[in-house]
Nanobody
Framework: QLQASGGGLVQAGGSLRVSCAAP????????VGWFRQAPGKEREFVAA????????FYATSVKGRFTTSGDNLKNTVYLQMNTLRPEDTARYYC????????????????????WGQGTQVTVSS
């Protein structure tokens, strides 16, 4: 079970870091994705980290503002969010698949097998 944490309330322009951990699981060969869902909207891709080669991928809307990274020792994946905007308000989910996802499929939710409960991020204007 993936556990996302670190969400909260922040003013526009501020920063927040959310974490994704999986007790008892090693991310050594996984692909870990971040998705978000705002009220009344579909869940959308935000970012992904392919652990095997440490490649990262981002949605156009967050590129240059968000960074995803992994910590081997803590077996945790992070999503650092800077210059937050009100439109970033959503519930953020981490998801994982136990092997490499190719570039062209990495934004596809259906490629991820395991999902956490998500953490709420609210950006006030």
């Amino acid at each position: 079970q993936l556990q996302a944490s670190g969400g909260g309330l922040v003013q526009a322009g501020g920063s927040l870091r959310v974490s994704c951990a999986a007790p008892g699981r090693t991310f050594s060969s996984d692909t870990v994705g971040w998705f978000r869902q705002a009220p009344g909207k579909e869940r959308e891709f935000v970012a992904a980290l392919r652990w095997s080669d440490r490649s990262t991928f981002y949605a156009t809307s967050v590129k240059g503002r968000f960074t995803t990274s992994g910590d081997n020792l803590k077996n945790t994946v992070y999503l650092q969010m800077n210059t937050l905007r009100p439109e970033d308000t959503a519930r953020y989910y981490c998801a994982a698949r136990r092997n490499r996802i190719i570039n062209t499929a990495i934004r596809d939710m259906a490629m991820y097998n395991d999902w956490g409960q998500g953490t709420q991020v609210t950006v006030s204007s």
